[in-house]
C-alpha cells in the first residue's frame, strides 16, 4: 500500500522530449525497485525501465536503451524518466510502480513482480 503519482505526461512531436516524475509517499522501507512501465491500447503492458533503488543500478529495454534515463534524487522521493528522441510507438500510458523483491536484476522490467503501481500519466507522440 505504497501510494506512488506518475506527472509528465503530454503530447509531443517525433524527435522530442518528456520529463516523467514518480512522486514516492509514505513509507518506503519495502521498496527495493522503481520501475517504468507502459502500454499501448491493445498491447500487454511492457517494462521500459527500472532502477534499484539501494544503488542506484539501472536497467533498460532494448527499444528505449540510449534514448532513455532513469533516475532518482537524494532523498529518494522522487524517480525520473528523463526521455528523448521519442518515437510514435512509443505513445502509451506510463505507469510507474514499486517492488520490494531483492536480486530481481533485469526481472525489474518484469510488471508482475511489481505490487504497487501509480495511475498513470499519458505520453503521446506524433509524426
Known amino acids: 500500500q505504497v501510494p506512488l503519482v506518475e506527472s509528465g505526461g503530454g503530447s509531443v512531436q517525433a524527435g522530442g522530449s518528456l520529463r516523467l516524475s514518480c512522486g514516492v509517499s509514505?513509507?518506503?522501507?519495502?521498496?527495493?525497485?522503481i520501475g517504468w512501465f507502459r502500454q499501448a491500447p491493445g498491447k500487454e503492458r511492457e517494462g521500459v525501465a527500472a532502477i534499484y533503488t539501494g544503488a542506484g543500478v539501472t536497467y533498460y529495454s532494448d527499444s528505449v536503451k540510449g534514448r532513455f534515463t532513469i533516475s532518482q534524487d537524494s532523498a529518494k522521493n522522487t524517480v525520473i524518466l528523463q526521455m528523448s528522441s521519442l518515437k510514435p510507438e512509443d505513445t502509451a500510458m506510463f505507469y510507474c510502480a514499486a517492488s520490494p523483491l531483492l536480486g530481481l536484476g533485469w526481472d525489474s522490467l518484469n510488471p508482475r513482480k511489481f505490487e504497487s503501481w501509480g495511475q498513470g500519466t499519458q505520453v503521446t507522440v506524433s509524426s
Open positions: 509514505g513509507y518506503r522501507n519495502s521498496i527495493e525497485y
